[in-house]
């Protein structure tokens, strides 16, 4: 297998480690970066994906891009007939040249990142609505938080992705996750809506806290709250139902329920470590086949038109009814 990383910011390094501890060895690395880390100098190098694929021939292509240039990068790829691709979530920023994508590749084995399906702790709530244990579920509130200057203490937060309009930025894209794992867990919203706003604390060009309304199709009532401005990171979803109800705390590493007979239940791993999630995509990136916890091309699309119809109910003050939006 001849990989094709793309991008070596935060992310594309965290990859290109798991993957090197994996065993692979015939990797190549597009980057501007004129000098590479030092566990990295080994591997051949290119300024553009043009150069990479008259020198190689590739059969995988990872892509580290900022999120507005993912859609141009995946097009290049595909073009240059590699159609087994890993793509950082999430898909876009806007919905510009996805049917290109859509109509021109139909084969693409396109697999995009949300490695959120591979915490054990969403898994095990996952688990546990299958079962129906906490009886006809009601409602789901989400929340996440994180002060972005922590996010990469060693960047300056100003100029990274997040805090720019061109890049992609902003809290419902980068933390689509919320958006992602809901749609993993309760299927299709019908209707949407939301609240965003830039405080002018960070001073930055993107919105930095947003809520957002969520009516299912299966008629389950949710939330969602996101920002860049809590001093200590928060993730957490509180689902409940008509027998009881479940917590899933991401920073505690703990899952508990709570039934009728007024009984808490706790699930803990503690012992599961963050970069496990992005191995674990990794190994089933690697192995060219999609099961129940990857994420397909058709379905990244799903929790980025979610994120579109939440910006244009804010900025519109309407309720988007999801089968009637049609995002630009």
Request: hydrophobic share 40%.
């Amino acid at each position: 297998m001849q990989i094709l990383l793309i991008g070596l910011g935060s992310i594309g390094k965290r990859h290109l480690n798991n993957i090197l501890s994996l065993g692979y060895t015939n990797i190549a690395i597009v980057s501007s970066k004129k000098v590479l880390p030092e566990e990295f100098k080994h591997l051949s190098v290119f300024a553009t994906i043009q150069e990479a694929v008259q020198k190689q021939q590739f059969s995988s292509a990872i892509i580290c891009v900022p999120t507005a240039q993912h859609i141009y990068t995946l097009e290049q790829c595909l073009h240059a007939n590699i159609e087994h691709i890993y793509l950082e979530k999430p898909v876009s920023n806007n919905f510009n040249d996805i049917q290109t994508i859509v109509t021109n590749y139909p084969n693409a084995n396109i697999f995009v990142g949300f490695d959120m399906h591979y915490d054990v702790g969403l898994q095990k709530v996952k688990s546990l609505i299958e079962e129906k244990i906490i009886g006809n579920i009601v409602s789901v509130n989400a929340q996440v938080g994180q002060y972005l200057p922590d996010w990469r203490p060693y960047e300056d937060y100003s100029k990274g992705m997040s805090a720019k309009k061109e890049t992609g930025g902003g809290v419902m894209l980068d933390l689509v996750h919320e958006f992602d794992y809901l749609y993993w867990l309760f299927g299709n919203a019908n209707t949407i809506a939301a609240m965003y706003k830039n405080s002018g604390s960070l001073k930055i060009e993107t919105e930095d806290i947003a809520e957002v309304l969520l009516h299912f199709e299966n008629g389950i009532l949710g939330t969602i709250h996101l920002d860049y401005l809590q001093q200590k990171l928060v993730r957490n979803c509180l689902i409940t139902g008509s027998e009881g109800s479940i917590k899933w705390d991401l920073v505690q590493s703990k899952v508990s329920w709570i039934l009728k007979d007024k009984l808490e239940y706790e699930f803990s791993y503690t012992g599961f470590e963050r970069n496990e999630r992005f191995i674990n995509i990794m190994k089933d990136f690697l192995s060219q086949k999609h099961n129940a916890l990857t994420t397909n091309f058709s379905n990244g699309l799903a929790s980025l038109k979610m994120v579109l119809a939440a910006k244009y109910s804010s900025e519109n003050n309407v309720f988007v009814k999801l089968d009637e939006f049609h995002p630009a």
